[in-house]
């Protein structure tokens, strides 16, 4: 008879485990992450580390070839003994009420109006818009040939209207709120369409019902489309709050800071004391630094009011 043999007995293999959930959220987001990744770096290098650069050069001497040495708050001392400190958070602060007066409420009104409009709606949107698409340089510099004292386009329409001149960019009296100007003309279509997508996303029942109780259209206003938008408007105010508390493009191009430093910004002064004083760049740092923290509060409080507004 023939021996019978006995195979050996194969062992089952052992079970994978399969992946937990957050093994599998982080395989399906792997991709996200790499991007997450990518834009962490870029804010890294060009928005955070700038950031920690400006805090510690207000606190050193330094020429950016050399070794720096600490100086602790002897550049904060510099910077607010300057005569010129008060001037440039004088025009800084009266350039934000005006710019918030004219850039702030203009664009929200033009924006009720198109909102209103059944014609020619996307015509006037893009002419509105038009002035964001062109780089801020030559928008200045159009205004510079509008301010222009003599063949300027607005002494121009003065004349025709039997008005006097005006020494636009010349004169203490109106250089600032001609850059005020410049400012508005600028920024105003970002603001319009951030309105009208606010304005398009109310309710129309409720403008109905406000008809039938007979309220007219500022009533409408008051009632309705203000309290429908406020978290927009109160976004709206800080950014612009942000936005005009940093100009620079406007002075440097259209007044250089006069006439008599009617027009010398905070931004403006950073400038002049990195790159005209001699290459301060810890003073010019350490009024930078100044100015973040009270941008800092402002978001603050900002935040702070939303937050309120949303309970």
């Not at 962490?40 to 400006?54: D, G, N, Q, S, T």
């Not at 964001?132 to 159009?142: A, D, F, G, N, R």
Request: some cysteine; aromatic content about 12%.
């Amino acid at each position: 008879m023939g021996t019978l043999t006995m195979e050996p007995r194969r062992q089952a293999a052992p079970r994978r485990r399969p992946p937990s959930r957050r093994g599998r959220a982080l395989r399906s987001n792997l991709s996200a992450y790499g991007f997450l990744c990518a834009a962490l770096f870029c804010f890294a290098m060009f928005a955070w580390w700038p950031i920690v650069k400006e805090v510690l050069l207000s606190f050193q001497q330094t020429n950016l070839v050399d070794e720096p040495t600490w100086v602790g708050l002897d550049n904060f001392r510099t910077v607010v003994e300057d005569p010129a400190f008060g001037q440039a958070w004088r025009n800084t602060l009266v350039f934000t009420l005006l710019a918030l007066v004219c850039g702030f409420v203009v664009p929200f009104a033009v924006a009720i109006v198109l909102n209103e409009l059944r014609h020619a709606r996307a015509y006037l949107r893009f002419v509105v818009y038009l002035p964001v698409m062109l780089p801020p340089i030559v928008s200045v510099l159009l205004f510079r040939w509008f301010y222009d004292p003599g063949p300027g386009l607005f002494n121009q329409v003065l004349d025709v209207v039997g008005l006097p001149a005006l020494a636009w960019l010349d004169s203490t009296d109106t250089a600032l709120i001609s850059l005020v100007i410049v400012s508005t003309w600028m920024n105003l279509g970002s603001g319009v369409l951030i309105y009208l997508a606010a304005l398009q996303n109310i309710p129309g029942d409720l403008y109905e019902a406000a008809e039938l109780d007979g309220a007219g259209i500022l009533k409408r206003i008051r009632h309705v489309t203000i309290p429908q938008t406020r978290l927009i408007l109160l976004l709206m105010l800080m950014l612009q709050i942000v936005a005009t508390m940093q100009v620079f493009i406007e002075p440097y191009m259209l007044t250089g800071g006069g006439p008599e430093n009617a027009t010398v910004t905070v931004a403006y002064l950073m400038y002049q004391y990195a790159f005209v004083y001699g290459g301060n760049y810890g003073a010019g740092s350490a009024l930078g630094l100044m100015l973040m923290i009270v941008l800092l509060t402002v978001a603050a409080v900002q935040l702070r009011l939303t937050r309120d507004e949303k309970r």
